[in-house]
Protein backbone atom coordinates (compact mmCIF):
# COMPACT_ATOMS: atom_id res chain seq x y z
CA UNK A 1 0.00 0.00 0.00
CA UNK A 2 1.69 3.68 -0.69
CA UNK A 3 1.90 6.18 1.79
CA UNK A 4 1.37 9.56 1.63
CA UNK A 5 4.20 11.75 1.73
CA UNK A 6 5.02 15.10 1.83
CA UNK A 7 8.54 14.32 0.73
CA UNK A 8 7.99 12.74 -2.65
CA UNK A 9 10.61 9.95 -3.89
CA UNK A 10 11.96 11.04 -7.72
CA UNK A 11 10.68 8.48 -10.34
CA UNK A 12 13.13 5.80 -11.66
CA UNK A 13 15.37 7.00 -9.43
CA UNK A 14 16.49 3.33 -8.91
CA UNK A 15 17.29 3.10 -12.76
CA UNK A 16 20.19 5.91 -12.12
CA UNK A 17 21.55 4.56 -8.87
CA UNK A 18 21.77 0.91 -10.61
CA UNK A 19 23.74 2.55 -13.68
CA UNK A 20 26.29 4.29 -11.61
CA UNK A 21 26.78 1.68 -9.24
CA UNK A 22 27.61 -1.04 -12.17
CA UNK A 23 30.55 1.47 -13.45
CA UNK A 24 28.54 1.76 -16.85
CA UNK A 25 30.00 5.26 -18.25
CA UNK A 26 27.96 8.63 -18.03
CA UNK A 27 27.43 8.92 -21.37
CA UNK A 28 26.05 4.91 -22.10
CA UNK A 29 24.08 5.11 -19.13
CA UNK A 30 20.08 4.87 -20.03
CA UNK A 31 17.86 7.00 -17.71
CA UNK A 32 14.52 7.04 -18.53
CA UNK A 33 13.02 10.44 -18.81
CA UNK A 34 11.21 11.81 -15.46
CA UNK A 35 7.37 11.88 -15.36
CA UNK A 36 7.08 14.21 -12.66
CA UNK A 37 6.68 14.19 -9.41
CA UNK A 38 3.46 14.00 -7.36
CA UNK A 39 2.75 14.98 -4.15
CA UNK A 40 -0.59 14.00 -1.90
CA UNK A 41 -2.35 16.80 -0.04
CA UNK A 42 -3.94 15.14 2.84
CA UNK A 43 -8.15 15.14 2.36
CA UNK A 44 -10.98 14.86 4.43
CA UNK A 45 -13.84 12.55 3.06
CA UNK A 46 -17.62 12.03 3.90
CA UNK A 47 -18.87 8.61 3.38
CA UNK A 48 -22.09 7.05 4.19
CA UNK A 49 -22.64 3.18 5.34
CA UNK A 50 -24.73 0.92 2.72
CA UNK A 51 -26.59 -0.13 5.40
CA UNK A 52 -30.03 -0.48 3.10
CA UNK A 53 -27.93 -0.24 0.19
CA UNK A 54 -29.64 -2.61 -2.96
CA UNK A 55 -31.35 -1.52 -6.09
CA UNK A 56 -35.01 -1.10 -6.17
CA UNK A 57 -35.40 1.40 -9.10
CA UNK A 58 -33.16 1.99 -12.35
CA UNK A 59 -32.49 5.24 -12.35
CA UNK A 60 -29.62 4.86 -14.80
CA UNK A 61 -28.71 2.12 -17.55
CA UNK A 62 -26.54 0.51 -14.99
CA UNK A 63 -29.35 -0.15 -12.34
CA UNK A 64 -31.51 -3.10 -13.20
CA UNK A 65 -33.89 -4.10 -9.94
CA UNK A 66 -34.05 -7.92 -10.89
CA UNK A 67 -30.01 -8.84 -10.64
CA UNK A 68 -29.71 -9.46 -6.83
CA UNK A 69 -26.99 -7.37 -5.18
CA UNK A 70 -24.87 -9.02 -2.87
CA UNK A 71 -25.34 -6.73 -0.20
CA UNK A 72 -22.91 -8.67 2.69
CA UNK A 73 -20.31 -8.03 -0.60
CA UNK A 74 -21.15 -4.46 -1.06
CA UNK A 75 -20.28 -4.04 3.24
CA UNK A 76 -17.51 -5.83 3.00
CA UNK A 77 -16.30 -3.74 -0.61
CA UNK A 78 -17.30 -0.14 0.92
CA UNK A 79 -15.50 -1.07 4.15
CA UNK A 80 -12.44 -1.82 1.89
CA UNK A 81 -12.89 1.84 0.47
CA UNK A 82 -12.87 3.56 3.70
CA UNK A 83 -9.82 1.23 5.03
CA UNK A 84 -8.01 2.41 1.64
CA UNK A 85 -8.33 6.39 2.71
CA UNK A 86 -7.55 5.51 6.29
CA UNK A 87 -4.73 3.85 5.24
CA UNK A 88 -3.56 6.70 2.82
CA UNK A 89 -3.58 8.81 5.68
CA UNK A 90 -7.06 11.02 5.31
CA UNK A 91 -9.84 11.88 7.64
CA UNK A 92 -13.11 10.19 6.83
CA UNK A 93 -16.22 11.01 8.46
CA UNK A 94 -19.52 9.76 8.09
CA UNK A 95 -23.23 10.37 7.92
CA UNK A 96 -25.96 7.91 9.37
CA UNK A 97 -27.65 6.08 6.33
CA UNK A 98 -31.41 6.25 6.40
CA UNK A 99 -33.78 3.16 5.81
CA UNK A 100 -35.82 3.63 2.26
CA UNK A 101 -32.58 5.61 0.93
CA UNK A 102 -30.38 3.09 -0.84
CA UNK A 103 -28.40 5.32 -2.89
CA UNK A 104 -27.69 7.72 0.20
CA UNK A 105 -24.34 5.69 -0.01
CA UNK A 106 -23.37 7.60 -3.24
CA UNK A 107 -21.60 10.54 -0.87
CA UNK A 108 -20.61 12.37 -3.55
CA UNK A 109 -24.32 13.32 -5.04
CA UNK A 110 -25.07 14.93 -1.41
CA UNK A 111 -23.47 18.41 -1.77
CA UNK A 112 -20.81 20.47 -3.30
CA UNK A 113 -18.41 21.44 -0.84
CA UNK A 114 -15.55 24.44 -1.88
CA UNK A 115 -14.01 26.87 -0.13
CA UNK A 116 -15.98 25.83 2.96
CA UNK A 117 -18.86 26.41 1.54
CA UNK A 118 -21.93 24.16 0.85
CA UNK A 119 -23.78 23.75 -2.35
CA UNK A 120 -27.00 21.37 -0.91
CA UNK A 121 -28.03 18.90 -4.10
CA UNK A 122 -31.42 19.09 -5.58
CA UNK A 123 -32.16 15.45 -7.00
CA UNK A 124 -33.86 14.57 -10.30
CA UNK A 125 -35.35 11.71 -9.04
CA UNK A 126 -38.25 11.94 -6.36
CA UNK A 127 -36.50 8.79 -5.01
CA UNK A 128 -33.12 10.24 -4.02
CA UNK A 129 -34.57 13.71 -3.54
CA UNK A 130 -35.03 13.14 0.37
CA UNK A 131 -31.06 12.31 0.34
CA UNK A 132 -30.37 16.27 0.32
CA UNK A 133 -31.94 17.31 3.76
CA UNK A 134 -30.09 14.51 5.29
CA UNK A 135 -26.47 15.45 3.78
CA UNK A 136 -27.16 19.07 4.21
CA UNK A 137 -28.69 18.69 8.27
CA UNK A 138 -24.90 16.46 8.75
CA UNK A 139 -23.05 19.34 6.73
CA UNK A 140 -24.75 22.08 9.00
CA UNK A 141 -24.04 20.43 12.25
CA UNK A 142 -20.58 18.94 11.56
CA UNK A 143 -19.49 22.87 12.39
CA UNK A 144 -17.17 23.16 9.67
CA UNK A 145 -19.24 25.18 6.63
CA UNK A 146 -19.15 29.00 6.84
CA UNK A 147 -22.19 29.34 3.85
CA UNK A 148 -24.98 27.53 2.48
CA UNK A 149 -26.78 27.47 -0.47
CA UNK A 150 -29.09 25.34 -3.08
CA UNK A 151 -29.79 25.66 -6.41
CA UNK A 152 -33.39 26.46 -7.93
CA UNK A 153 -33.01 23.67 -10.46
CA UNK A 154 -31.75 20.04 -10.48
CA UNK A 155 -28.12 19.79 -9.21
CA UNK A 156 -26.65 16.42 -8.23
CA UNK A 157 -23.62 17.72 -6.30
CA UNK A 158 -20.10 16.43 -6.64
CA UNK A 159 -21.62 13.94 -8.89
CA UNK A 160 -21.53 16.66 -11.90
CA UNK A 161 -19.14 19.28 -10.23
CA UNK A 162 -15.40 18.65 -10.21
CA UNK A 163 -13.53 21.32 -8.69
CA UNK A 164 -10.23 22.12 -9.92
CA UNK A 165 -7.41 24.59 -8.79
CA UNK A 166 -9.12 27.97 -10.61
CA UNK A 167 -12.49 26.32 -12.06
CA UNK A 168 -15.29 23.97 -11.45
CA UNK A 169 -15.78 21.25 -14.20
CA UNK A 170 -19.87 20.85 -14.27
CA UNK A 171 -21.44 18.52 -16.47
CA UNK A 172 -24.88 18.90 -17.82
CA UNK A 173 -27.76 16.28 -19.90
CA UNK A 174 -29.17 13.51 -17.39
CA UNK A 175 -28.99 15.03 -14.22
CA UNK A 176 -27.71 18.65 -12.97
CA UNK A 177 -29.40 21.62 -15.55
CA UNK A 178 -27.21 23.87 -17.34
CA UNK A 179 -29.15 27.00 -15.23
CA UNK A 180 -27.67 25.39 -12.03
CA UNK A 181 -24.34 25.80 -13.20
CA UNK A 182 -24.87 29.22 -13.11
CA UNK A 183 -26.07 29.54 -9.71
CA UNK A 184 -23.03 27.46 -9.04
CA UNK A 185 -20.77 29.88 -10.55
CA UNK A 186 -22.12 32.96 -8.69
CA UNK A 187 -22.81 30.89 -5.05
CA UNK A 188 -18.31 30.02 -5.24
CA UNK A 189 -17.58 32.83 -7.36
CA UNK A 190 -15.37 30.74 -8.92
CA UNK A 191 -15.34 29.72 -12.75
CA UNK A 192 -17.80 27.49 -13.78
CA UNK A 193 -17.12 25.16 -17.59
CA UNK A 194 -20.30 23.79 -18.34
CA UNK A 195 -19.60 20.67 -20.26
CA UNK A 196 -22.34 18.73 -22.08
CA UNK A 197 -22.40 14.53 -21.47
CA UNK A 198 -24.12 12.43 -24.32
CA UNK A 199 -23.89 9.18 -23.25
CA UNK A 200 -26.40 7.93 -20.53
CA UNK A 201 -24.18 5.09 -19.65
CA UNK A 202 -21.88 8.14 -18.37
CA UNK A 203 -25.00 10.41 -16.73
CA UNK A 204 -23.17 12.44 -13.87
CA UNK A 205 -19.74 14.02 -14.81
CA UNK A 206 -18.07 11.59 -12.23
CA UNK A 207 -18.46 8.79 -14.45
CA UNK A 208 -16.29 10.66 -17.13
CA UNK A 209 -13.72 12.53 -15.48
CA UNK A 210 -11.50 11.62 -13.03
CA UNK A 211 -9.70 14.61 -11.44
CA UNK A 212 -6.09 13.92 -10.68
CA UNK A 213 -4.53 16.95 -9.50
CA UNK A 214 -5.38 20.29 -9.33
CA UNK A 215 -5.29 21.24 -12.79
CA UNK A 216 -5.02 17.89 -13.94
CA UNK A 217 -7.72 15.35 -15.20
CA UNK A 218 -8.19 11.59 -17.09
CA UNK A 219 -11.59 11.44 -19.35
CA UNK A 220 -13.44 9.19 -21.77
CA UNK A 221 -14.11 11.35 -24.90
CA UNK A 222 -17.02 9.69 -26.02
CA UNK A 223 -18.93 10.51 -23.05
CA UNK A 224 -19.44 14.11 -24.36
CA UNK A 225 -20.47 16.16 -27.20
CA UNK A 226 -18.27 17.53 -30.04
CA UNK A 227 -18.37 20.45 -28.21
CA UNK A 228 -17.57 19.74 -24.75
CA UNK A 229 -14.75 17.21 -25.74
CA UNK A 230 -13.22 20.42 -27.50
CA UNK A 231 -12.68 22.41 -24.90
CA UNK A 232 -11.39 19.69 -22.61
CA UNK A 233 -9.30 19.22 -25.30
CA UNK A 234 -8.32 22.84 -25.03
CA UNK A 235 -8.24 23.31 -21.52
CA UNK A 236 -6.02 20.13 -20.46
CA UNK A 237 -4.27 19.40 -24.03
CA UNK A 238 -1.73 16.78 -22.25
CA UNK A 239 -4.91 14.60 -20.20
CA UNK A 240 -5.12 10.96 -20.41
CA UNK A 241 -7.73 9.96 -22.51
CA UNK A 242 -9.38 6.23 -22.15
CA UNK A 243 -11.21 4.22 -24.40
CA UNK A 244 -15.25 2.86 -24.19
CA UNK A 245 -13.99 -0.09 -22.83
CA UNK A 246 -11.85 1.28 -20.22
CA UNK A 247 -14.70 4.00 -18.69
CA UNK A 248 -17.00 1.32 -18.61
CA UNK A 249 -14.64 -0.25 -15.60
CA UNK A 250 -15.92 3.29 -14.18
CA UNK A 251 -12.12 4.01 -14.45
CA UNK A 252 -13.23 7.78 -14.65
CA UNK A 253 -14.86 7.44 -10.96
CA UNK A 254 -11.58 7.46 -9.15
CA UNK A 255 -10.42 9.64 -6.22
CA UNK A 256 -6.96 11.09 -6.11
CA UNK A 257 -5.62 12.80 -3.31
CA UNK A 258 -2.55 14.18 -6.06
CA UNK A 259 -0.57 11.67 -5.57
CA UNK A 260 -2.59 8.38 -4.73
CA UNK A 261 -5.40 7.35 -7.37
CA UNK A 262 -8.07 5.05 -5.31
CA UNK A 263 -9.20 3.02 -8.69
CA UNK A 264 -11.64 0.14 -9.58
CA UNK A 265 -9.56 -2.72 -9.57
CA UNK A 266 -10.90 -3.53 -13.27
CA UNK A 267 -9.21 -0.23 -14.77
CA UNK A 268 -5.82 -2.26 -15.60
CA UNK A 269 -5.12 0.17 -19.06
CA UNK A 270 -6.13 3.32 -16.54
CA UNK A 271 -3.66 2.16 -13.84
CA UNK A 272 -0.81 2.04 -16.21
CA UNK A 273 -1.04 5.44 -17.88
CA UNK A 274 -1.28 6.68 -14.61
CA UNK A 275 1.91 5.27 -13.44
CA UNK A 276 3.76 5.99 -16.68
CA UNK A 277 2.28 9.91 -15.61
CA UNK A 278 3.85 9.71 -11.55
CA UNK A 279 0.76 8.69 -10.08
CA UNK A 280 0.01 5.61 -7.91
CA UNK A 281 -2.88 3.62 -8.56
CA UNK A 282 -4.65 1.64 -5.39
CA UNK A 283 -7.01 -0.33 -7.07
CA UNK A 284 -10.38 -1.47 -5.06
CA UNK A 285 -13.55 -3.33 -5.46
CA UNK A 286 -16.58 -2.24 -5.99
CA UNK A 287 -18.16 -5.08 -8.10
CA UNK A 288 -21.71 -4.43 -6.38
CA UNK A 289 -21.64 -0.23 -6.31
CA UNK A 290 -21.77 -0.96 -10.20
CA UNK A 291 -24.84 -2.93 -9.85
CA UNK A 292 -26.06 0.92 -9.18
CA UNK A 293 -23.57 2.66 -11.77
CA UNK A 294 -21.42 3.81 -8.91
CA UNK A 295 -17.71 2.88 -7.99
CA UNK A 296 -15.14 5.11 -5.40
CA UNK A 297 -16.06 8.32 -6.37
CA UNK A 298 -19.29 8.12 -5.98
CA UNK A 299 -19.50 6.68 -2.42
CA UNK A 300 -16.94 9.83 -1.49
CA UNK A 301 -17.78 13.44 -0.88
CA UNK A 302 -14.88 15.67 -0.56
CA UNK A 303 -15.04 18.11 2.05
CA UNK A 304 -12.66 21.55 1.10
N1 LIG B 1 -27.81 4.85 -8.42
C1 LIG B 1 -27.28 6.16 -8.28
C2 LIG B 1 -27.97 7.13 -9.23
O1 LIG B 1 -28.26 6.76 -10.34
C3 LIG B 1 -25.79 6.16 -8.56
C4 LIG B 1 -25.15 7.48 -8.26
C5 LIG B 1 -23.68 7.50 -8.63
N2 LIG B 1 -23.08 8.67 -8.13
C6 LIG B 1 -22.17 9.39 -8.79
N3 LIG B 1 -21.57 10.35 -8.16
N4 LIG B 1 -21.90 9.16 -10.06
O2 LIG B 1 -28.26 8.25 -8.90
Not at 23 to 31: H, L, P, R, S, W
Not at 57 to 65: E, G, Q, R, S
Not at 121 to 140: K, M, N, V
Request: charged share 20%.
Amino acid sequence: MPHVTGSPALINQKVAVSAASTGAAAETATVTTLPGVRTARPRHYLMCRPTFFTVTYAINPWMDPSVPVDVDLAMRQWEGLRDTYRALGHTVSFIEPVAGLPDMVFAANGALVVDGKVLAASFLAAERQPESPAYTRWLAEADLFTDFGTTSTVNEGEGDFLDLDTVILAGTGFRTSRSAHGEAQEFFGKPVISLQLVDPRFYHLDTAIAVLGDHDIAYYPGAFSAGSTAVLRRMFPDAITVDEAEAATFAMNSVSDGRNVVIPVESVRFAEALRDRGYEPVPVELSEFRKSGGGPKCCTLELR
